[in-house]
């Protein structure tokens, strides 16, 4: 079968590889669409601690079951449209029996840990696969990107009180703004890119700021009258903006850091204090996060098309993954087509 392989880092490649076939339990699917997540592009420009060369990418799944193995539910039927949780849990760290499987000491996600869904066919585990019929091939890919926005507002238990500052506008604030803007929530959405800032706008974001043109306190100062986003989630992974949300959040606030920065910060210690902030971390999505964005996509008016840049074939896809490593603030989302 056909796959997508990043070989090293700035080395990407079409190759065959044996055609799996599903276990006791298992079930393989037939992908459709299959994401670039950033991630994938960590992987690809060589700063992603966690993964192995080769790797196939991709957890970002649009499939239909193509067969199915011995014990599995009766309710899972061949040419069934389905997406995929792409994490592992054992069920036995203090992640799991806390039931926040998400953040499970030994998570292996796809395209990352080990080999991901940038292939023809892919074996995973029914547990690990949800169907509804009501989504289209194109929405089924974008539930996965989405629900790791949707789990930081839960996260930061923003609700219609909050006044929410989203740094980074890209799938994953992308998910955030809608999560919140659902609750409730003022969201004032911040990137550097105007084209991010007018999909947020579309999606729910009731002020934007452009922090490369403007003043992001005075802005800030403007719209909280002086006092500040009540919670921010930084959803940009530079330090920038790490700093940025330790500063503007208001007192007693919330700050919910999903990004990975590329460097060590230094913080204000004095600010964590003084203001009695709430810092915590927020990693992938729990089962409950893809039943909303589910609920989310199904009931929807926004036309979906806003959030994906580009649909490219498997043989255009290392040309794709070339060009966004090169201007990476320009990309929304990439979907390989199979």
């Not at 997540?37 to 079951?65: F, M, W």
């Not at 580009?310 to 603030?329: D, H, L, N, Q, Y």
Request: charged residues 25%.
């Amino acid at each position: 079968m056909k796959a997508i392989e990043i070989t090293k880092a700035g080395e990407m490649q079409v190759v065959e590889r044996e055609m799996p076939g599903p276990a006791s339990g298992e079930i393989l699917l037939k992908l459709k669409y299959v994401g670039f997540c950033g991630s994938d592009l960590s992987t690809y420009l060589g700063k992603n601690a966690l993964v192995q060369y080769p790797r196939i990418p991709g957890h970002e799944i649009s499939a239909v079951i193509e067969k199915i193995g011995t014990h599995v539910p009766d309710s899972f039927t061949i040419g069934m449209a389905v997406t995929v949780v792409p994490y592992t849990n054992c069920g036995q760290c203090t992640s799991c029996k806390k039931k926040r499987f998400n953040a499970c000491r030994y998570n292996e996600t796809l395209g990352v840990q080990r080999d991901g869904a940038m292939a023809e066919y892919i074996v995973v585990p029914w547990q690990k696969v949800l169907m509804d019929k009501a989504l289209s091939n194109i929405k089924l890919a974008l539930v996965e990107p989405l629900t790791v926005g949707f789990h930081a507002i839960d996260k930061g238990k923003v609700t219609d009180v909050d006044i929410l500052m989203v740094l980074g506008c890209g799938m994953i604030g992308s998910g955030a703004i809608v999560r919140a803007k659902l609750r409730g929530a003022t969201v004032i959405a911040v990137d550097i890119d105007d084209s991010k800032l007018d999909i947020a706008k579309k999606l729910g974001a009731t002020y934007t700021i452009n922090s490369k043109d403007q003043d992001l306190h005075a802005e800030l100062e403007k719209i909280t009258l002086g006092h500040g986003p009540t919670a921010v989630i930084e959803a940009a992974g530079n330090p920038i903006t790490y700093k940025a949300a330790i500063e503007e959040v208001a007192f007693a606030g919330r700050v919910v850091c999903i990004g990975y920065a590329g460097s060590d910060i230094a913080f204000t210690t004095k600010l964590w204090v003084q203001k009695e902030l709430e810092i915590m971390g927020s990693r992938n999505a729990n089962p409950s996060d893809f039943e909303a964005v589910i609920k989310y996509l199904k009931s929807s008016q926004v036309d979906e098309s806003i959030l994906i840049s580009k649909t490219v074939s498997p043989e255009e896809a290392p040309e794709a993954m070339k060009k966004w490593s090169e201007a990476p603030g320009e990309i929304m989302k990439i979907l390989v087509k199979f």
